[in-house]
């Protein structure tokens, strides 16, 4: 079984919804990540999660949310979804030092 | 304002040769340096990594070479295969400032020919 999932893994939407991409892991990791892909731009962090009690803005947060629902669980919402949102969604975990990420398997986001 | 640099989109190789991937920063305080591998409809794997001690890593076919007045470091692939073939992400880190946050590269697409 993965390590790191990602639910669902193909989504398409249509612009002012709202949307939840879900992330677990049984790695017992206590940090969490979550990454968007876009063509030419590499992977941009969105929030980052040190402990279920710690929760930061990354670099591109602005139109995301999410909860940290217990160790195990990483959400992020988009509330009112619009279609630059349309990206590949990454999650991550790693361990304290953060040296290296485990990564899910992604999500593909279309916004219409 | 891109921190972590790669400038070549693409690189394509014959099985058996080097390949050769490069990766430029800009911000001389980041401490750690990884190469992340991602084939299609699969997450990035983990594949090297180099403290900024060093100046070079070695995995089996895979060896990463840091210059740090440079600003600069390289994934090599000797001998490369056709299984190497994927999306190569280099990513950095300020590991005690930040925690462990990474800032990526666009990433460079190998491919290798057989």
């Known amino acids: 079984d993965a390590d790191v999932t990602q639910t669902p893994r193909n989504r398409i939407t249509k612009t002012g919804k709202r949307i939840m991409l879900e992330c677990s892991q049984t790695?017992?990791?206590?940090?969490m990540y979550w990454y968007r892909q876009d063509p030419g731009l590499g992977l941009q962090l969105i929030y980052y999660?040190?402990?279920?009690?710690?929760?930061n803005k990354g670099e591109i947060s602005d139109g995301y949310s999410v909860s940290r629902q217990a160790q195990a669980k990483f959400s992020l919402s988009l509330e009112s979804a619009i279609p630059n949102q349309t990206a590949l969604y990454f999650c991550?975990?790693?361990?304290?030092?953060?040296?290296?990420?485990?990564f899910g398997p992604g999500t593909r986001l279309t916004v219409l | 304002d891109q921190q972590v640099k790669q400038n070549s989109p693409s690189l394509s190789v014959q099985e058996g040769r080097i390949s050769i991937l490069n990766c430029d920063y800009t911000?001389?305080?980041?401490?750690?340096f990884l190469w992340y591998k991602k084939y299609p409809a699969e997450g990035p794997t983990f594949l090297i990594s180099?403290?900024?001690?060093?100046d070079k890593n070695e995995d089996g076919r895979f060896t990463v070479f840091l210059n740090k007045s440079a600003k600069h470091l390289s994934l090599h692939i000797v001998p490369s295969q056709p299984g190497d073939s994927a999306v190569y992400f280099c990513?950095?880190?300020?590991?005690?400032?930040?925690?462990?946050?990474?800032?990526f590269g666009q990433g460079t697409e190998l491919s290798v020919k057989p």
């Open positions: 180099i403290s900024s001690i060093k």
């Open positions: 790695k017992g990791h206590d940090r």
């Open positions: 999660s040190f402990d279920v009690k710690d929760i």
């Open positions: 911000n001389s305080m980041f401490d750690y």
């Open positions: 991550a975990t790693s361990d304290l030092w953060g040296n290296e990420q485990f």
């Open positions: 990513a950095a880190s300020l590991i005690y400032n930040q925690g462990g946050k990474l800032i």
